[in-house]
């Protein structure tokens, strides 16, 4: 398989739906003055002039914005309690047509479900995106199966779609002892759908209904990783939900404490490879 050169890039989902630019500035700015990240996948929340503001303050800190995370769609594949959040975070979020226009010149993510309707279909038929990425959204093995479908399907209609794997929705079903032991098969999993998933959603967050268990991974399971996936995609997004009241808001104190955990978190995503 051909290697290569793979994107580190940070969402902005770690400040919350009422956070600033001036918030993740604070956290991230050294990552991206040392190299660390490359880009951000910016939470597409309404309103549109929020979002041409968080760009702008990235720009002036030599901070790429290279794609938007909009809508999910699927509120009932998930778990009842994650889909009702998820059907009150997407009423703040904008879909594809809303972007389309306003951001022409960058990159779209949806999860599957999203993409699957009709009427969005034969918009973005028409309308041509510059990159497409569809996350994995159901849960386990079938949601890879329905994201490989839904990008052969696209890409049929001259669509730029690649696969965005999010590791948290492939192993949610999966406790976390299963997902130590089993972590060798995994990653072949994984190895044999990288000619559908350019891209690896990474959760290390603290909202556990949605973030991978970073602090039980071993270093040799990241090193694994590392290894194995990290020189055959184009990108990685390290998400990173906080929880609670984390998912709305930021305050002093839990920025403090998040740029702490950032900092244990990414020093050892380094010394394994991955970052």
Request: hydrophobic share 35%; charged share 30%; with cysteine.
């Amino acid at each position: 398989m051909k290697r290569k050169k793979c994107l580190k890039l940070i969402s902005t989902d770690s400040i919350g739906w009422l956070g600033n630019p001036r918030q993740f500035i604070d956290l991230y700015k050294d990552y991206f003055k040392n190299g660390t990240f490359d880009g951000v996948e910016m939470i597409a929340f309404k309103p549109k002039g929020r979002l041409k503001d968080f760009i702008s303050v990235f720009k002036k800190n030599n901070i790429p914005t290279i794609s938007f995370h909009g809508k999910t769609g699927g509120e009932n594949r998930l778990p009842a309690k994650y889909g009702i959040i998820m059907t009150i975070v997407n009423s703040f979020i904008f879909g594809i047509k809303e972007l389309d226009r306003n951001f022409k010149d960058k990159e779209f993510l949806f999860h599957t479900p999203y993409l699957e309707n009709e009427d969005i279909k034969k918009f973005i038929f028409k309308n041509k995106p510059k990159k497409l990425w569809i996350e994995n959204h159901t849960y386990g093995k079938k949601g890879i199966e329905e994201t490989i479908k839904l990008i052969s399907e696209y890409r049929k209609s001259g669509i730029n779609a690649h696969g965005m794997l999010d590791l948290f929705h492939l192993l949610a079903n999966t406790s976390t002892s299963e997902m130590i032991d089993n972590w060798s098969k995994t990653i072949g999993d994984i190895e044999g759908y990288l000619g559908w998933f350019s891209g690896v959603h990474f959760p290390i967050g603290t909202r556990i209904d949605d973030s991978l268990p970073i602090d039980d991974m071993t270093d040799e399971m990241l090193k694994l990783f590392a290894k194995k996936i990290i020189p055959y995609i184009e990108r990685i997004v390290f998400e990173n939900q906080q929880k609670n009241l984390g998912l709305i808001f930021s305050t002093k104190s839990m920025l403090k404490k998040q740029k702490e955990r950032n900092w244990t978190n990414f020093s050892r995503l380094k010394k394994a490879g991955i970052l």
